[in-house]
């Protein structure tokens, strides 16, 4: 197990076009996060799934973004009719569910620039 | 509510100890990490400490936890230049799920 992929890397899109990025989470791991980082700010939690079920939303999280985890493994991020504003870079991230102290382990992030 | 608040900016010389402090707002954080980012590239965990342990030393890295001042520090000996980068400080709060909420960061500038 290579941890958490994301693909693409970066993604520049025009301003009304749809996205979606994809997560292979660390296989063991049965919860799986999106956040959202943009330029010198932390990362802003966005959902996240145990297993397949999506237990969690942030307001963040408008009616434009969908996210899926189908079958408990890999995971999409979906935006609909982008915005400037979600110009940011998308982070996943998984862990066990147990214990809680384990920390996550993310991935290298997919980058969005809307145009 | 949630938040975490640390400084900005550090600059060290290498060799020097660096010590990056945070402040955090819940009372009820059960787990408080550090986080290290590299330009480009996504989170990595240095460290984690829970919340009935004032003190956790790892290696080069020694994390002080002052809960009645809700205060955490991360310290680095013997920082070298490979050490440049944004450092989040995180908390996890909460029942059942306990979200992880992160800092701004403070970006650390090893100078050679």
């Known amino acids: 197990d290579t941890g958490v992929s994301q693909n693409p890397r970066h993604k520049i899109t025009k301003r009304g076009q749809n996205v979606t990025f994809r997560c292979d989470p660390i296989?063991?791991?049965?919860?799986l996060y999106w956040y959202r980082q943009t330029l010198g700010q932390g990362p802003e939690f966005l959902t996240y799934?145990?297993?397949?079920?999506?237990?969690?939303k942030s307001r963040l999280l408008s009616d434009r973004f969908s996210a899926e985890r189908p079958k408990g493994s890999f995971s999409t991020l979906e935006i609909q009719r982008t915005e400037q504003g979600d110009s940011a870079m998308y982070l996943c991230?998984?862990?066990?569910?147990?214990?809680?102290?384990?920390?996550?382990?993310f991935g290298s992030g997919t980058r969005l620039t809307v145009v | 509510g949630e938040d975490v608040e640390q400084s900005l900016f550090l600059s060290v010389r290498e060799g020097d100890s660096s010590v990056i402090n945070c402040t955090y707002t819940?009372?009820?954080?059960?787990?408080l990490y550090w986080y290290k980012q590299e330009p480009g590239a996504g989170l990595q965990l240095l460290t984690y400490?829970?919340?009935?342990?004032d003190m956790k030393q790892d290696q080069r890295l020694t994390v002080l936890l002052n809960k009645k001042d809700k205060h955490l520090s991360l310290r680095i000996a013997d920082t070298q230049t490979g050490d440049s980068a944004i450092y989040f400080c995180a908390e996890r709060v909460g029942k059942g799920y306990q979200k992880v909420t992160f800092g701004i960061g403070t970006k650390l500038q090893v100078i050679p």
């Open positions: 296989s063991e791991h049965n919860r």
């Open positions: 819940d009372s009820s954080s059960t787990y």
């Open positions: 400490i829970f919340s009935n342990m």
């Open positions: 799934f145990q297993n397949e079920a999506q237990l969690e």
């Open positions: 991230a998984s862990s066990f569910a147990q214990p809680t102290n384990y920390g996550y382990t």
